[in-house]
T-cell receptor, first 113, second 111 residues
């Protein structure tokens, strides 16, 4: 059972462009939605996270948009840079489960210079 | 910046052998986790550990797996009798109030 669905699987963006990665979830008990960035050979690192009481959260060039009724959330990377090239995972968590994250399958982002 | 450290970075073992993966969580964290990532696939939860006992485990975490915090600093994952399908990257994570901090992982290759 795939609790969190992520698309696209891979994404190629020109430097300066906008990268958009989408996720959808099924379990309405989820109340925490983080995005993780993973470089080759490294562990996932928290990039930005949102809770369902807000529809958008912005940190620098990274923005999460959250649509509770559609059970969807997305990551937007503005002014994408070659250094942003990495794998991005969305995830979801229920407050009662103390860190049991359900990850999406990941999006491999390549930003061309 | 505090970090989660894992050893070994890579271990190769024969099928049926026991493997212990070690982790040193961030010092003031209270919650500890193991996740795994099979090559090219998503990161999957294995187990969470709090107050010296397992809080939750997934269906992957069967009787072949065990976790331990033997000395108050290390957090270990033991696989009793490895199978080919245990080949994966194993990530340890710890948290204090919510955000999970992941280590760089231990790659396990079972031959």
């Amino acid at each position: 059972q795939q609790q969190v669905k992520q698309s696209p699987q891979s994404l190629i963006v020109q430097k300066g462009g906008i990268s958009i990665i989408n996720c959808a979830y099924e379990n309405t008990a989820f109340d925490y939605f983080p995005w993780y960035q993973q470089f080759p050979g490294k562990g996932p690192a928290l990039l930005i996270a949102i809770r369902p009481d807000v529809s958008e959260k912005k940190e620098g060039r990274f923005t999460i948009s959250f649509n509770k009724s559609a059970k969807q959330f997305s990551l937007h990377i503005m002014d994408s840079q070659p250094g942003d090239s990495a794998t991005y995972f969305c995830a979801a968590d229920r407050g009662s489960t103390l860190g049991r994250l359900y990850f999406g399958r990941g999006t491999q982002l390549t930003v061309w210079p | 910046e505090p970090e989660v450290t894992q050893t070994p970075s890579h271990q190769v073992t024969q099928m049926g052998q026991e493997v212990i993966l070690r982790c040193v969580p961030i010092s003031n964290h209270l919650y500890f986790y193991w996740y795994r990532q099979i090559l090219g696939q998503k990161v999957e939860f294995l187990v969470s550990f709090y107050n010296n006992e397992i809080s939750e485990k997934s269906e992957i975490f069967d009787d072949q797996f065990s976790v331990e915090r033997p000395d108050g600093s290390n957090f270990t994952l033991k696989i009793r009798s490895t199978k080919l399908e245990d080949s994966a990257m194993y990530f340890c994570a710890s948290s204090g109030h919510g955000e999970l901090f992941f280590g760089e992982g231990s790659r396990l290759t079972v031959l």
